[in-house]
C-alpha cells in the first residue's frame, strides 16, 4: 500500500491535495484511498473557481478511480464548503480529479471513454467490472469537453449522406470534413430532411460555411436545395458511387421482370442466378464466372441490352475534360432513352437533370469524391454493430462522435495505458 501511495504521489499528483493512506475494503475487492488537504491549501469556489475562506466540512465521499493489479480503486475524500465573497453564497469546493456529483474521476472517465473506442461498450463494461451507465457517462463527458473545444479552423470541402440506423426507414444525416490533408466526422442530424441537414449550417455558421469550396452529396433532394442555399458558390459534386448504384439497381429490375416474364411463358430460364455476374464488376468474376456470363451475352435480351449500356457508362469515368466527359454523357443518354428499357431511361433522364453536378466531377479534377464518405459510412456501420444496438439516439449520436469526430481529449496527469 505504501508503494502505490507513493507512485499514486510522484506520477498522479493534484495541486493541493495529498494521498495520506490506502486500505483493503472489507470485502477485500477494491482498495480505498483517503485523500486531504495539503497543509496551508485554501479550498476553491466550484462557481467562480477562486480561492475562498473554508465554511465546513461534509461526509466523505467515494470517487471511482482506475483499477490497479486487479482490485477497484476508490479515492475517498471530505469535500469542504467555502464562503465564498464574490459568489455571494455557500459552495461546495472545486476538486481537481472530479466534476461535480459525479462519482467517476476525470482520469477513470477519460481512461473508459478510449477503450469504448476498441471495444463495445458492454465489453468495456465487463472488461474493468463497471457498469454500461457508467462508459455512456464517460464518453458523454469526453464528446461534450470534445465538441466544446474543437477548432473548425478552415473547411475546404465536405460531403453528406445518410445512413440506416434502425428499421423503419429512420436515417441519420452524417456531414464530414473530406480535406485532402483532414477527414473527420463534423455533424449528425436525425432523419435525412431539410431540417437536420441545415443544423449543421446553424452550428458552423455563415462564415464558415461561405468558406466550402467543395460539396459531395448525392441526388436527395433535401440535400441539393439546402446546398443551393447555403453553399452557392461551392463547386457541388455528385456522389459517382451512388450513381452506379441506382444503376445497378436499374439493371437489377430489369433482370427480375424479365426473369418472371419468361417463367410464365416457358421459355429456358436462363437468367436464373445471374444476378451477380451481371452487377459484378468484370475483374471481380471468377474464371467459371466468365465463361457463364459470356454464354448469357449471346442471348438478344433486354437484361443483356442493359448490362452493356451500364458496362459502356463506366467509360465516363476514364474522361478529364469535363467538355469531353459531357459530350460521351449526352450521347450515353440519347442510346438509352432509345432502348425502351423503362428502368434505364428513367436513370437517363435523372442524369440528364443533374448533368452539370455529374460534371463538377471533372471540374474539381478528379480530386474529390465521395469514395472517403463511403468509407466513413462503412466505419459508423462498424459502430453501431459493434454496439449491437444502440438505446437511444442519444448514443448513437455519442458514440459515432466519438469514434469518427476526432476530437480533442481532456487532459491528464498521467496516461496509465
Excluded at 500500500?1 to 475487492?29: E, W
Excluded at 475562506?53 to 475524500?77: A, H, K, N, T
Excluded at 471530505?78 to 467517476?104: F, I, S
Excluded at 425502351?340 to 448533368?355: N, Q, T
Amino acid at each position: 500500500m505504501l508503494q502505490l501511495i507513493t507512485i499514486l504521489n510522484r506520477c498522479h499528483r493534484f495541486p493541493g491535495f495529498v494521498y495520506d493512506r490506502a486500505h483493503f475494503s472489507s470485502d477485500h475487492k477494491s482498495i480505498e484511498i483517503v485523500v486531504r488537504p495539503r497543509k496551508g491549501a485554501k479550498a476553491v469556489c466550484s462557481r467562480c473557481h477562486e480561492p475562498a475562506p473554508g465554511y465546513d466540512q461534509l461526509p466523505e465521499r467515494s470517487f471511482e478511480f482506475i483499477p490497479f493489479w486487479g482490485f477497484l480503486v476508490f479515492l475517498r475524500y471530505a469535500m469542504r464548503r467555502v464562503d465564498c465573497r464574490r459568489c455571494d453564497a455557500v459552495v461546495v469546493e472545486e476538486v481537481p480529479w472530479a466534476d461535480g456529483k459525479r462519482t467517476l474521476t476525470r482520469a477513470y472517465m477519460l481512461f473508459l471513454a478510449r477503450w469504448a473506442r476498441k471495444l463495445s461498450w458492454k465489453e468495456t463494461a465487463e472488461s474493468f467490472r463497471t457498469s454500461w451507465e457508467k462508459v455512456f457517462d464517460a464518453v458523454e463527458h469526453v464528446v461534450t469537453f470534445g465538441l466544446e473545444h474543437r477548432v473548425l479552423g478552415q473547411i475546404d470541402a465536405i460531403g453528406v449522406d445518410e445512413i440506416q440506423y434502425a428499421k423503419g426507414h429512420k436515417y441519420l444525416t452524417l456531414v464530414y470534413q473530406i480535406d485532402l490533408d483532414v477527414t473527420r466526422l463534423l455533424w449528425v442530424g436525425k432523419e435525412r430532411t431539410i431540417e437536420s441537414f441545415q443544423g449543421f449550417f446553424t452550428v458552423i455558421g455563415d462564415e464558415i460555411a461561405s468558406k466550402i469550396a467543395f460539396v459531395c452529396s448525392d441526388m436527395w433532394e433535401p440535400y441539393l436545395k439546402v446546398i443551393r442555399e447555403k453553399c452557392s458558390e461551392a463547386l457541388h459534386i455528385l456522389d459517382r458511387f451512388h450513381i452506379v448504384a441506382k444503376m445497378n439497381k436499374a439493371l437489377d429490375e430489369v433482370r427480375a421482370g424479365e426473369s418472371r416474364s419468361m417463367a410464365r411463358e416457358g421459355f429456358v430460364p436462363v437468367l436464373k442466378k445471374s444476378r451477380w455476374l451481371l452487377l459484378k464488376r468484370e475483374e471481380n468474376l471468377k474464371t467459371q464466372q466468365r465463361f457463364r456470363l459470356r454464354d448469357l451475352l449471346r442471348y438478344n435480351l433486354k437484361t443483356v441490352r442493359a448490362y452493356l449500356l451500364k458496362e459502356a457508362f463506366q467509360q465516363l469515368w476514364d474522361y478529364n475534360s469535363a467538355t469531353w466527359a459531357g459530350k460521351f454523357l449526352d450521347e450515353w443518354c440519347r442510346q438509352v432513352m432509345r432502348s425502351r428499357i423503362e428502368p434505364m431511361k428513367k436513370i437517363a433522364r435523372s442524369l440528364r437533370d443533374h448533368r452539370d453536378l455529374i460534371l463538377n466531377y471533372f471540374r474539381a479534377q478528379k480530386l474529390l469524391s465521395s469514395g472517403v464518405v463511403e468509407g466513413l459510412n462503412n466505419k459508423a456501420k462498424v459502430t453501431m454493430r459493434k454496439s449491437y444496438g444502440f438505446r437511444t439516439f442519444r448514443c448513437l449520436e455519442l458514440a459515432l462522435y466519438h469514434s469518427l469526430g476526432k476530437l480533442p481529449e481532456p487532459e491528464s496527469t498521467r496516461d496509465f495505458f
